[in-house]
């Protein structure tokens, strides 16, 4: 039994000790960089959608908010994700409804009743009502590695970097990139409209992202000073090409 256990944990070492964990921020094109939050804003006259890629493979989370006084639509059938040539629809068959419900009668007494909401609606189309100054989040698509377009050894430096519980430096390889060279270039391309009467009155909107740094190494992302879970700059996948 001691001879499994020893050769358990041996094995779990190893396995430990050939993990990559990548670690990657993210810059914009035409978009406002928040500083604290990492955040990347887009805005105009009429609305605001704030993009944050935290947690890992990137996932895409949209807060889109109405500045009008006027609903606004969002048509995910006609939005996506792009990168090169190739384009992901945000359209969903289904929409996740949560909430609370309060209620009042009143009779011999005054009677108050609270109720909590979560359903699955089937919507007929992909689109997104936004009343007027109000606003709506949407997570959509995760990036996956297989995204990323191969990066060369050559392109990283060895270096030590600061660690979160107080040792002198951990083990780490960086790669910094720009927008003419960076290993993942995406767009996202987002749909909405007004109505004038029965007519839609459409808008597109596109921003453009890429990775800007990556970081490789064997140490888990939480051992890192620079580490800030949340950050809407910063996600990341396991391995590495």
Known sequence: MKKLLIISLSAMAMFSACSTYQMNTVSSTNTQHDDKTGEFKFENDSIRIVYSFAGENAPIHMNIYNKLNEPVYV???????????RSYSYADETVQISGDATSTSIGRGLTFSNSSINAQATLPKNVAFIPPHTQISKTASKINGHFFQYISDSAFVK????????????????????????????????????????????????NDFYVSKVVRS???????????GGRGDFFTNSGGN
């Open 159 to 206: 270096t030590k970097l600061v660690s979160s519980f107080g040792a002198t430096g951990l083990n780490a390889k960086v790669a910094q990139f720009d927008k003419a060279n960076t290993p993942l270039f995406f767009k996202n391309y987002l749909t909405v409209y007004t109505l004038n009467g029965n007519t839609p009155k459409l808008a597109t909107y596109q």
């Open 75 to 85: 048509d995910w059938e006609r939005s996506a994700l792009i990168t090169g040539e």
């Open 218 to 228: 064997s140490q888990s992302p939480e051992n890192f000073e620079f580490y800030q």
